[in-house]
């Protein structure tokens, strides 16, 4: 009897190879992807998508570009360890380019003509590039410049970099301050949770034919999380091992033993996140990551919510996997952004159904004043810009002090003129008694 016959699987379901019918849907995979689709809708749509090796970014970049409308002509460039002119040519041989013995000069001109002539016909280029973390500055440079060709109406490039975490720490490099200016919407897909790492296990068994969610044991999923972290390429790598472990031993479902047991043949210890330094330092991060905006959700006239947020991107909309989750048929699945950062709140209409309105003019993306209302469908949404606030607890608390500094010097004035008089009285009262 085979492998997949002993456990009743029609596939492997744990296979390390990218394959977009077994993606789980994750909040953050779930964000992740529509953070790319907006690139569609987005003129200058320009994403930035990161996570941990193994995440399944690949897997996320080859469901979104299964599901592209045939007006979308896009490009993937994944290998990246390239030149500036490499990189061109690279780029050029995906859209069906030679682009070879040319001069950059040409490439720039032949790439520029084609985007041109694709806007002309009504097409939306996508340019996707996979493993960015290893592009080096020239090129990231090179990247910036393509992101501005545009037309008189609007830019006819939108640019996807997915990378490991190393990209973030390239963005954030001075050296690359216009670059990151240009980007509009950046994500880390973290690990999954304990949790939803069993309905991963689960979905992918489910899709490779299992009927039943008994394969793996309810005390197993401990072991593999403590040993995975929640990275979904860990997870499938000591899943098929504790499967090829019970399978050895004759068994029909998988127990603590085998888990262990492909533990100790991987070689493997517990995973980083599960230490307590891991989670102390994640708390520390967390704690001190003040809140800068607060938005309180109404409908009817009536408080259904505040919600405090750190600076980045908060995301409103009728799925779940949002941050400003309003469970309303008037509301697009994910309707709309508010984006914090040092200059304010903005918030961006996410191609919604029914609009954004700040006040009462409909809005694709306005830089929001303290107090200013956004309506989405039926709901509105009330914007506190908690900086000022603080500024203003601020000049009031200095205020104070002053003020009662002001206070104890016109007391301490008070005294010492009280004690003049009375040493003048003193005086004038020794000077009667001489006389």
């Known amino acids: 009897m085979s492998y997949l016959e002993h456990f009743k699987l029609d596939e492997q379901p744990f296979r390390l190879t990218p394959d977009p019918s077994f993606v789980y849907w994750s909040k953050q995979h779930a964000r992740a992807k529509a953070y790319m689709e907006s690139t569609i ?25 299964s599901e592209v409308d045939d007006d979308v002509v896009y490009a993937v460039v994944s290998q990246t360890q390239l030149s500036s002119t490499q990189f061109l040519q690279a780029v050029l041989t995906e859209f069906g380019f030679k682009p070879f013995n040319k001069q950059k000069v040409e490439l720039l001109d ?14 939306k280029v996508v340019l996707v590039v996979d493993e960015a973390q290893n592009l080096s500055t020239k090129v990231l440079e090179e990247i910036r410049l393509l992101s501005g060709i545009e037309t008189h109406k609007e830019k006819v490039l939108r640019i996807i970099l997915a990378g490991q975490p190393e990209l973030k720490d390239s963005l954030d490099s001075p050296k690359l301050k216009q670059l990151v200016q240009r980007v509009r919407l950046r ?68 127990d603590v033993d085998d888990v262990r047991e492909a533990v100790a043949e991987l ?26 905006a607060q938005f309180e959700v109404r409908a009817d006239g009536e408080s259904l919510g505040v919600h405090q947020f750190p600076e980045g991107r908060v995301v409103a909309g009728r799925a779940p996997d949002n941050e400003l989750y309003i469970k309303s048929k008037f509301v697009s699945r994910h309707h709309a952004q508010f984006v914090s950062d040092e200059k304010g709140c903005t918030v961006q209409d996410l191609n919604s159904t029914n609009g954004v ?19 989405i469908g039926i709901h509105e949404i009330v914007y506190t810009d908690l900086r000022k606030q603080s500024g203003a607890d601020a000049s009031t608390a200095e205020d104070l002090v002053a003020e009662e500094d002001m206070l104890e010097e016109h007391a301490s004035d008070e005294d010492e003129f009280e004690n003049q008089v009375d040493k003048d009285l003193e005086d004038n009262g020794d000077a009667s008694a001489v006389s």
Not at 230 to 250: K, M, Q, V, Y
Not at 267 to 292: C, F, M, N
């Open 41 to 65: 809708w987005l003129a200058d749509g320009f994403v930035v998508i990161t996570g941990e090796i193994g995440s399944g970014k690949t897997t996320l970049l080859q469901s979104f570009l």
């Open 110 to 123: 032949m790439l520029n003509m084609f985007l041109i002539e694709q806007y002309s016909n009504g097409k």
């Open 187 to 254: 994500f880390h897909i973290g690990p999954l949770d304990r949790e939803e790492m069993q309905k991963y296990i689960e979905h992918r068994l489910s899709i490779a034919g299992r009927e039943d969610n008994e394969l793996f044991a309810d005390e197993t999923y401990d072991d593999l999380y403590r040993y995975t972290g929640g990275i979904p390429r860990l997870i499938n790598t000591l899943c098929d091992s504790a499967l090829l472990c019970a399978f050895a031993d004759e068994k029909p479902t998988v």
């Open 267 to 292: 070689g493997w210890s517990e995973h980083p996140t599960q230490t307590g330094l891991y989670r102390q330092v994640a708390y520390i991060e967390q704690k001190h990551a003040d809140p800068v």
């Open 357 to 375: 309105f700040v006040g009462n003019r409909q809005v694709k993306s306005c830089l929001l004043e303290d107090g200013d209302v956004v309506s």
